[in-house]
């Protein structure tokens, strides 16, 4: 059984999604939540599903993200994570983080990469006049939002799409591609085809 450590910064539906889906014959089960923000809505659900959860907050380390990075591996090896999976961490993870866990990070991103890295990614699709957007389920490494891209879903928008409505058709798209990209990646299919 593989153990599975979950980062968010806010809301967490992606988190859930994730939690819900290791049951059963799945082969990893959530073994830690870690939030940046001690407000994080994500918290409440995961302790509601019996995860434990762990707050570093990154105001307390006043930028140092050396310092900051440095304490939440403090926080999760503990828990001895076979896979790291951001999921809406909004925090920009030094390449000390990503060494530590190389080849064990996937992360959601809601564009579809290579397309608007980064922040605001349904604002610039509607500017950029894109025919489509999407989300991104791909692996972490030390370039942001730039590793190998493991999947894809997409969706038409619509003349009168605004950011929000934008953001509120793909969520739903986020939820399916990530617990189906994780079953994968935990059962060594991604390994496999390289
Ligand atoms: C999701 O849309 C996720 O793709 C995005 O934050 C949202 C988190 O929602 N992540 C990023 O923008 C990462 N750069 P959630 O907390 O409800 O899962």
């Known amino acids: 059984m593989k153990n599975v450590a979950i980062l968010i910064s806010g809301s967490g539906s992606n988190m859930v999604t994730l939690a819900q889906s290791m049951r059963g014959d799945h082969p990893a089960r959530p073994c830690v939540v870690l939030s940046n923000r001690p407000d994080a809505g994500g918290l409440a659900k995961a302790q509601a599903l019996g995860i434990p959860t762990v707050v570093v907050d990154h105001k307390e380390f006043k930028g140092d ?78 370039e942001l939002d730039g590793g190998p891209i493991l999947a894809q879903e997409r969706v038409d928008i619509a003349p009168d799409d605004t950011a929000e409505t934008l953001a509120a058709k793909i969520l739903p798209l986020e939820h399916k591609i990530y617990p189906e990209t994780l079953r994968s990646f935990v059962s060594g299919a991604f390994a496999a085809r390289d």
């Open 65 to 142: 993200r050396a310092a900051f990075d440095a304490a939440v591996i403090a926080a999760l090896d503990p828990y001895a994570p076979d896979v790291v999976a951001l999921a809406g961490f909004m925090r920009i993870l030094t390449p000390e983080f990503i060494t530590h866990y190389a080849g064990k990070m996937l992360n959601i991103h809601p564009s579809l990469l290579p397309k608007y890295k980064g922040l605001h990614t349904h604002q610039r699709a509607i500017e950029a006049g894109d025919a489509q957007a999407g989300c991104s389920v791909h692996e972490v490494t030390a």
